[in-house]
């Protein structure tokens, strides 16, 4: 090898080395995710001109015709200036693209090449380009534009060097390019996940992050943020709100609300509206019947009759920040007023959401205990008041939480009947109570009578005359020892259902007691209507004697009643031997309180009956 072809080898080195540099460095720069197409596009041009040491660096995308090269970005190296999407396009032969659809690169190193493209070669003389090497951008094997190297002056002779560097550049267009259509991909799907496809508003994950991003900067003494949720319901004969008729709503909400709040929609059929600004109550309130009357009335134009009703929440009711809690205070409310009577705007009450909380975890506990058979019964002894005797007990339901700690029904009962535990629980107390009452001694042929409550959900269960019976079946007890107790509640719905009822639980042989006698409205017309037994006087009569006038001329009324009528009657909460007497004055034989005794569990309940016999 001659000393020359030894330099030209190392001069070709040298080149190969300080192009692949360029590329690292170029890499380095560009593939950043902060970095976006016209930058990328920026730093590969200037890149590439002071590389080549070439006066202009275009990118040009290929149109649809493959006729047309459209300017994406210009850049002149001796000012330095970077013009984005000059708008210049240029319109070139079919041979133009047949070439660069051939090649690595083209060189073109002569004016008289430039002959085969009218409007390349009236470009290239017009800014003195003598020789141009113009690399293809490929993305998936289709060609897709082209980044041109232009030499302006003398024709110049590429090295092979700079045929890769040029077509290495065409692949980091290519690569910039890709990755920006990606990223436009990715931010479309992005905003489809985050945006309502009918109304083009935000959904409830936008908005989620919205609300999370705002709460974040407040602090302890700010008024705090506001959520008001729009629940719209159509006319009752077309159910749900159609999205043609939502997108009507957006409409009409984005026109008042303009730049003042962020709109979005959270539900099928439901709004949420999050003020840029803090709002007091009475702000937020107009607001929200500003929303409602817009919506109703515009609505109403077009012929759709709808009601809406609103919730507010403020971020000063949460105990820690948190948007999802916002939103669904707001949504709560807004279930309130809609399931309300007077009013369509509610604003979120945190102690009664508190008070909701904590019956949930109430009807939690009672589910667990009594899977895990710690719902139990006590009874409390109905006696004689002239000797004390007792003559029968009354089961009463008790919960034992998971700490141990028993509760009386009067903590549990209505939680238990409003979601429907009541049933099941009462038919374990119809069995477990007359097993139990199964094993009381008799005295003289007389066997203690049992008493269970009947709530009025269970009153009300077309299989409750079955389940009464199959308890007595199961259990072998008499059903002369069985009376069922019933309050007002249970009677009240309907008195033709509830005479046939208890008529049914009579031919069984059970007796029927009115528990709470003297509290309703219709207790005395009960009397003649129903078939009853027994009347249990209720305690606020009896907590006034003896020196009440009025208790003590009600409770002497009741017994006159009673005696003339058959019915038995029984004095409840009697706590004092001067109570005891006035009810024996007024002819009451039979009562039942902390007197006499206190509610027991099953065992000391047996016990007590055997010192009957002493």
């Given at each position: ?44 041009c ?13 990118v ?8 047309t ?62 020789s ?6 490929r993305?998936?094997?289709?060609l ?41 991909l ?5 905003y ?51 999205n ?32 840029h ?23 109403a ?35 309130r ?143 002369g ?50 078939p009853?037994?027994v ?74 009956f ?5």
């Open positions: 090898m001659s000393a020359r072809q030894a330099g030209e080898r190392q001069e070709h080195g040298a080149w190969a080395r300080r192009h692949n540099h360029a590329l690292v460095s170029l890499a380095r720069r560009v593939w950043q995710d902060d970095c976006s197409l016209q930058t990328a596009l920026a730093v590969i200037e890149t590439a001109a002071d590389t080549l040491e070439v006066e202009r660096v275009n040009w995308r290929i149109g649809e015709d493959a006729h090269l459209e300017c994406l970005h210009h850049y002149q190296r001796s000012t330095g200036e970077h013009v984005p999407k000059p708008g210049v396009a240029l319109h070139v032969g079919p041979g133009y693209g047949a070439l660069l659809d051939e090649v690595r690169v083209v060189d073109y190193a002569g004016a008289a090449r430039f002959d085969i493209d009218g409007g390349l070669s009236e470009y290239l003389r017009r800014h003195g380009i003598g141009m090497l113009d690399a293809p951008v993305i998936a094997g289709e897709v534009g082209v980044a041109c190297h232009e030499h302006v002056g003398p024709v110049r002779v590429w090295s092979p060097e700079d045929h890769a560097f040029a077509g290495s550049i065409g692949d980091y267009v290519a690569m910039a390019c890709e990755i920006d259509r990606r990223r436009n990715e931010g479309r799907v992005r489809l996940e985050l945006h309502d496809p009918h109304t083009d508003l935000p959904n409830r994950d936008h908005l989620l992050e919205v609300v999370h991003s705002a709460l974040r900067p407040m602090h302890g003494d700010d008024t705090g943020l506001v959520a008001i949720h729009l629940h719209i319901d159509a006319s009752p004969h077309e159910g749900d709100a159609d043609a008729l939502l997108v009507r709503v957006a409409d009409c909400l984005r026109g008042e609300l303009g730049e003042t709040a962020t709109l979005a929609r959270v539900r099928g059929d439901a709004f949420a509206v999050l003020p600004r803090h709002l007091h109550e009475t702000e937020a309130l107009n607001l929200a019947e500003r929303c409602i009357a817009l919506i109703e009335e515009g609505l134009a077009q012929g759709t009759q709808t009601v809406v009703s609103a919730g507010i929440a403020f971020s000063r009711d949460l105990a820690a920040p948190s948007a999802d809690n916002l939103l669904r205070n707001a949504e709560t409310a807004s279930h007023a809609r399931n309300g009577r007077h009013n369509r705007c509610e604003v979120f009450d945190a102690e009664h959401h508190r008070g909701l909380l904590a019956r949930l975890k109430i009807e939690r506990g009672l589910r667990e205990a009594f899977a895990d058979g710690r719902i139990r019964l006590q009874y409390q002894p109905e006696v004689r008041i002239d000797d004390g005797r007792w003559l029968a007990a009354e089961a009463l339901l008790r919960w034992v939480d998971e700490d141990g700690v028993m509760h009386a029904a009067c903590e549990f009962i209505d939680i238990a009947e409003a979601c429907g535990l009541i049933v099941p629980f009462g038919r374990w107390v119809l069995v477990e109570a007359c097993r139990e009452a199964r094993r009381w001694p008799q005295h003289g042929g007389f066997a203690p009578k049992l008493r269970v409550n009947l709530s009025a959900r269970q009153f009300e269960q077309a299989g409750l005359v079955d389940d009464v019976a199959r308890a007595l079946t199961e259990t072998g007890l008499q059903p020892r069985l009376c069922l107790e019933l309050t007002e509640t249970a009677l009240l719905p309907d008195l033709g259902v509830a005479a046939q009822t208890l008529a049914r639980l009579r031919e069984l042989g059970v007796s029927i007691a009115l528990d709470d006698f003297g509290v309703g409205y219709s207790s005395l017309a009960y009397l003649k209507r129903l009853i037994d009347l249990k006087l209720d305690r606020s009569f009896v907590a006034g004697l003896p020196h009440d006038p009025y208790d003590l001329a009600i409770v002497q009324a009741v017994s006159g009643l009673a005696r003339k009528t058959g019915i038995e009657i029984v004095a409840e909460g009697v706590e004092t031997h001067a109570q005891a007497d006035a009810l024996r004055a007024c002819g009451i034989e039979r009562a039942q309180g902390f007197l006499y005794a206190r509610p027991c569990d099953g065992d000391a309940l047996l016990r007590g055997a010192t009957q016999d002493d």
